[in-house]
């Protein structure tokens, strides 16, 4: 079954598993979408991050021992001359040669494809109030 919601490239769809994320998505909605379609514990470390999706995927945006990276599939991007997918390991998401921050930091990130978590556990459905609370914490609202 397939479920999606918005449009271009703010859209966020999710099918067989995966989800595909616009690159000016908001990274809360794609995890507040993932929990609800079918994810849980990484993405609940990954609640509260501020900023894009497409800024997320450029920084490799993570906490609490978890990053984006691990569930990407792969990267839709426009590289000054034409739109081209990437697989996660030619991503180098880690290391100096880091594609997106690094060697080429002018190519556009489209959109992305991740992983889901395989089906939730019955305490999975709750919101992600643990890391929420210890991230309001760490960083009180002015
Ligand atoms: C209070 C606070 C807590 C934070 N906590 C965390 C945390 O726990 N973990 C973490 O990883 N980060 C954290 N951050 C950092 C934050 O997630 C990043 O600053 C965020 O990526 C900024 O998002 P933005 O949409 O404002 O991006 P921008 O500031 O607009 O862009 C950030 C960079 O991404 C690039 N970029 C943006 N969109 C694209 C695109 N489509 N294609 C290619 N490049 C693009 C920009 O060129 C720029 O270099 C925190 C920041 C704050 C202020």
Same mark, same amino acid.
């Given at each position: 079954m397939e479920s999606c919601c918005a449009t271009a490239e703010t859209r966020l769809g999710a099918a067989d598993g995966r989800v595909i994320a616009g690159a000016g998505a908001v990274l809360q =909605?794609?995890? =507040?979408?993932? +929990?609800?379609?079918?994810?849980? /514990?990484?993405?609940?470390?990954m609640a509260g991050i501020p900023g894009s999706v497409g800024a997320a995927v450029y920084g490799n945006a993570g906490a609490y021992g978890h990053s984006l990276s691990e569930r990407v599939v792969n990267v839709r991007f426009h590289d000054g001359r034409e739109i081209r997918t990437l697989a996660n390991e030619a991503c180098q998401f880690s290391g100096i040669r880091r594609v997106f921050s690094k060697s080429h930091k =002018?190519? +556009?990130?489209? !959109?992305? %494809?991740?992983?889901? %978590? #395989?089906?939730? /556990?019955?305490?999975?459905? /709750? #919101?992600? /109030?643990?890391? !929420?609370?210890?991230?309001?914490?760490?960083? #009180?609202? #002015?």
């Open positions: =909605d794609l995890v =507040d979408f993932a +929990i609800e379609s079918a994810a849980c /514990r990484a993405w609940r470390r =002018d190519w +556009i990130v489209f !959109s992305t %494809e991740l992983l889901l %978590e #395989p089906p939730m /556990r019955p305490h999975c459905g /709750r #919101p992600p /109030r643990t890391f !929420s609370k210890m991230r309001n914490q760490k960083f #009180p609202s #002015p």
